[in-house]
T-cell receptor, first 113, second 116 residues
Framework: EAQVTQNPRYLITVTGKKLTVTCSQN?????MSWYRQDPGLGLRQIYYSMNVEVTDKGDVPEGYKVSRKEKRNFPLILESPSPNQTSLYFC????????????FGPGTRLTVL | AQKVTQAQTEISVVEKEDVTLDCVYETRDTTYYLFWYKQPPSGELVFLIR??????QNEISGRYSWNFQKSTSSFNFTITASQVVDSAVYFCALSEPTDSWGKLQFGAGTQVVVTP
């Protein structure tokens, strides 16, 4: 089944404790992105990647890191999480740019205390 | 500045009523794509439709229909004969080349509540 998977689905952590949210897609897609969803703001892009080893900042990259060492994986790293990073996070992938449809993972609900 | 505006925060209807969700977008590009996604209470994002800027034909898919009007920069979504399963948050989104095609810009979403 074609899908985007994220782990963990739920995470409660404390300020400053490094964490990684994994994202994997099995569709051989070139593009992958991370978004965060906050009430009243919709979804905002954090980072995206056009291919292996090619990443770029989205609208809200502060406090996040990403890497794309393999085509299928695009982990999101919070090196020192803070309470304002409490949010619902989505990973997405698409086969190419040009406005291709992005398919989303199930989401990761993160709470930083 | 918000490039996609969904002015309706919440719409409540009774089952079988029609409901129209408004989406107004802003872009300087002549080539762009518009999308609608559904987020049911379970939280996942479900793709509904993708429309490119050169195709202004309205589209119908079952009880769903979309009205794209470039003249007013709008891409409205109508659910006909709503059902309880239509209760969800609906997002309109824009993809344009000035963002290297890598980003979807979302509106704030419209919560649709359908009661029996």
């Amino acid at each position: 089944e074609a899908q985007v998977t994220q782990n963990p689905r739920y995470l409660i952590t404390v300020t400053g404790k490094k964490l990684t949210v994994t994202c994997s897609q099995n569709m051989n897609h070139e593009y992958m992105s991370w978004y965060r969803q906050d009430p009243g703001l919709g979804l905002r892009q954090i980072y995206y990647s056009m291919n292996v080893e090619v990443t770029d900042k989205g609208d809200v990259p502060e406090g996040y890191k990403v890497s794309r060492k393999e085509k299928r994986n695009f982990p999101l790293i919070l090196e020192s999480p803070s309470p304002n990073q409490t949010s619902l996070y989505f990973c997405a992938s698409s086969s190419e740019g040009g406005g291709d449809t992005q398919y989303f993972g199930p989401g990761t609900r993160l709470t930083v205390l | 500045a918000q490039k996609v505006t969904q002015a309706q925060t919440e719409i409540s209807v009774v089952e079988k009523e029609d409901v129209t969700l408004d989406c107004v977008y802003e872009t300087r590009d002549t080539t762009y794509y518009l999308f609608w996604y559904k987020q049911p209470p379970s939280g996942e994002l479900v793709f509904l439709i993708r429309r490119n800027s050169f195709d202004e034909q309205n589209e119908i898919s079952g009880r769903y229909s979309w009205n794209f009007q470039k003249s007013t920069s709008s891409f409205n979504f109508t659910i006909t004969a709503s059902q309880v399963v239509d209760s969800a948050v609906y997002f309109c989104a824009l993809s344009e080349p000035t963002d290297s095609w890598g980003k979807l810009q979302f509106g704030a979403g419209t919560q649709v509540v359908v009661t029996p």
